[in-house]
């Protein structure tokens, strides 16, 4: 019988369905030296977000066959690691979604009326009135940031209590947010005109401390915020200076850029401020959801059937997988490269399948490059079940085109990716060993493997222009690990891809485009 491990409380009803197949031993709160040494004996590991399943657990876990994560937040397991030793991690993307948005309304509310204070006050013996009025929510606006799942359920609800509502979502139509009754707006006008503000975004590069002093200072005196979604997306320090100056209002945070908070400035303020403890998916129905909803993939997988809710390899027999996998790897990079390159929304992605490739089943590999797609916007919400529908719900037109004649590699993959004000392509290709290669950018030929951080820029082919892009990043500190130029015609235009050390540093990336002769400069993180 195929053994697993619990290693967070989990609730019951999922315990019930792993027992119907496995051996299942519960052991929560393990020091990471006794988990190491009984993880060899186990096929699968069930987890919520209190066990960090490191590359080395996962390599001494040389039995392992599944990871589950019971919530939506992979960022606790080492997902690279565990897809290279082909183990699938499975988690819940929707099981916690009402449970994490009925927390942000009730902080809304409680912020409002000043609950938290007013019951201790009560509790303290006393019947202070007048030190407790609030105000209502009905008829101010409330700002949403992020109108996925949650900040789709916010507005709903928000809506009915009679609510106005803006939203901030890049990677949503304008069509999409009128049927939720939200006016989309950008991230300026957001903070200025919300007498609420509400986070459902992921914790990505582009969303660590967006809101910092400078967004702080655009918010009305009056206006209060709420952060349900990631710690790190509030600078926390700025946060309690604009509240200790009356800058705003008021806010309430259940999630921190370092969990327990602990010794922190905002645990000194007043009523001003509620702070939860992580609570968000803290409900007994949230609970069993996700329970349910992951048990029920390690039980199939376990059995030999594929999982729903894979965050990293899809649902495939396991021989067609094999073949497949170092093509999945390089549609999910390829599309993850051309949706920042875009940088906007994407509206439209073709998707050409060349020689041997275009023989292969296609479909995973365009669920593959959807998933790399969406994965900026997404994160761990994005798997290879739910990355078709996701991007008919944002409104992206799919092509599928596919060509075996087109033969300069045994197989390339082009994907040209259309949003509101930018197109890109990028073709790729694998070498013998599976490496990957991006040999095309914009129909300009270069070779480079991808990279964790990469500088694209288009200018014109001109002597000196190199040098002087090299020069700038070299005042900055930041590391040169190669660099391609790719070029139709002499002295016409180019692309120049760099692979760099580090992320580039704030401010550079405005520098690099006041370089005469460079039209456009993007950065990648892969
Ligand atoms: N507090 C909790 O216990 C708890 C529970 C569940 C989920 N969460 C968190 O809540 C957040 C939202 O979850 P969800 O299920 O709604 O996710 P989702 O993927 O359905 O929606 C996220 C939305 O954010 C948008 N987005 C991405 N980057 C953005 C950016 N830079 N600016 C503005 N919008 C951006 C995406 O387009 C998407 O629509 C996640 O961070 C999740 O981890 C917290
Ligand atoms: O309570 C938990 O396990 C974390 C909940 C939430 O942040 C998630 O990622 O699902």
Not at 151 to 173: E, N, Q, R, T
Not at 216 to 234: H, V
Not at 335 to 362: K, T
């Amino acid at each position: 019988m195929p053994k697993v491990l619990v290693c967070d409380p989990i609730d019951q009803a999922g315990i019930d369905i792993l027992s119907q197949v496995a051996q299942v031993d519960i052991k929560t709160g393990l020091p990471v030296e006794e988990l190491m040494k009984i993880v060899p004996e186990y096929d699968a590991l069930m987890i919520r977000s209190g066990t960090r399943v490191t590359a080395d657990i996962i390599e001494a876990g040389v039995q392992l066959k599944i990871i589950g994560r019971a919530g939506v937040g992979v960022d606790n397991v080492d997902v690279p690691a565990a897809t290279r030793k082909g183990i699938i991690v499975v988690n819940s993307p929707e099981g916690n979604t009402i449970a994490a948005a009925e927390q942000a309304l009730a902080l809304m509310l409680s912020l409002s009326r000043h609950i938290p204070d007013a019951n201790q006050s009560v509790k303290n013996g006393q019947w202070e009135r007048k030190k407790f009025v609030g105000t209502e929510v009905y008829k101010k606006t409330l700002g949403i940031v992020g109108l996925g799942k949650i900040g789709s359920h916010v507005a709903a609800a928000a809506k009915a209590m009679g609510m106005k509502l803006i939203a901030f979502d890049p990677f949503i139509s304008a069509e999409r947010a009128d049927q939720l009754g939200c006016r989309l707006v950008d991230m300026d006008v957001l903070m200025q005109e919300s007498d609420y503000i509400t986070l459902h975004i992921p914790k990505t590069p582009e969303t660590a401390n967006l809101i910092n002093a400078e967004s702080l200072a655009k918010m009305k005196p009056t206006a209060r915020i709420i952060n349900c979604a990631r710690g790190g997306i509030i600078d926390e320090a700025a946060l309690a200076e604009a509240l200790k100056n009356g800058q705003i209002a008021g806010a309430a945070l259940d999630v921190y850029a370092s969990e327990p908070l602990g010794e922190s400035p905002l645990t000194e303020l007043g009523k001003e401020v509620i702070l939860t403890p992580h609570l968000g998916a803290s409900t007994t129905e949230a609970q069993v959801n996700v329970a349910v909803d992951v048990a029920e993939q390690i039980r199939d997988v376990l059995l030999g059937l594929p999982a729903r809710s894979a965050v990293n390899i899809p649902g495939l027999h396991p021989d067609a997988l094999e073949q497949l996998r170092p093509y999945l790897q390089l549609a999910e990079t390829l599309g993850n490269l051309v949706s920042q390159l875009v940088g906007d929304r994407v509206e439209s992605l073709n998707i050409h399948l060349q020689g041997e490739l275009a023989n292969n089943q296609s479909q995973p590999i365009v669920i593959a490059a959807l998933k790399g797609l969406l994965s900026r916007a997404l994160r761990e919400r994005v798997n290879y079940v739910n990355a078709s529908i996701e991007a008919q719900e944002r409104g992206i037109r799919v092509i599928e085109t596919r060509d075996a004649s087109i033969c300069d590699y045994k197989g390339s993959l082009l994907l040209q990716a259309k949003g509101p004000s930018e197109e890109h392509e990028v073709t790729g290709t694998l070498l013998g060993d599976g490496e990957i290669r991006i040999t095309m950018v914009d129909g300009f030929p270069i070779n480079v493997p991808p990279n964790q951080h990469m500088l694209f820029t288009r200018h014109r082919d001109m002597p000196g222009i190199i040098g002087k892009i090299g020069s700038l990043l070299g005042s900055f500190n930041v590391n040169i690990a190669s660099m391609q130029v790719g070029r139709q015609i002499v002295r016409g235009d180019a692309v120049m891809v760099l692979t760099i050390d580090d992320p580039l540093p704030e401010g550079i990336l405005e520098e690099i485009l006041k370089v005469a002769g460079i039209r456009d400069a993007n950065t990648v993180m892969l």
